[in-house]
């Protein structure tokens, strides 16, 4: 059973950053891969980023979505069980409740449907993100 818990989440506008954390309880938080998703308002969870579990060479492999690329960056620390999810440049379609999610089962290192929300087993409870003018 892992638990996940994200923070950071606020008002934002445009020209502000903002970090979103994940801390997940248990010992083995570097041994699964790790992803982000949101849910607006109507909308269905869709996906944000996801990260794979330390690979040789303590290199990790990440994904995103079109929509988010080269605005948003996913990172974990492993050593403090926590994955954090950096934005920048806000869009007003970036409003949503921020989730993240592990993918514990299956001994994964990097999901190979990891843009479904099926492929994770845990989820935290989100956190509301706010884009204002």
């Known amino acids: 059973q892992v638990q996940l818990v994200e923070s950071g989440g606020g008002l934002v506008q445009a020209g502000d950053s903002l970090r979103l954390s994940c801390a997940a309880s248990?010992?083995?938080?570097?041994?699964?891969?790790m992803g982000w998703f949101r849910q607006a308002p109507g909308k269905e969870r869709e996906f944000v980023a996801a990260?794979?579990?330390?690979?040789?060479?303590?290199?990790?492999?990440?994904d995103y979505a079109d929509s988010v690329k080269v605005r948003f960056t996913i990172s974990r620390d492993n050593a403090k069980n926590t994955v954090y999810l950096q934005m920048n440049t806000w869009r007003p379609e970036d409003t949503a409740v921020y989730y993240c999610?592990?993918?514990?089962?299956?001994?994964?290192?990097?999901?190979?449907?990891?843009?479904?929300?099926?492929?994770?087993?845990?989820w935290g409870q989100g956190t509301q993100v706010t884009v204002t003018s």
């Open positions: 999610a592990a993918a514990t089962a299956g001994n994964s290192i990097f999901c190979d449907d990891r843009r479904n929300a099926g492929s994770y087993d845990f």
């Open positions: 990260i794979s579990r330390l690979l040789a060479g303590r290199i990790t492999q990440t």
């Open positions: 248990g010992d083995t938080f570097s041994s699964y891969p």
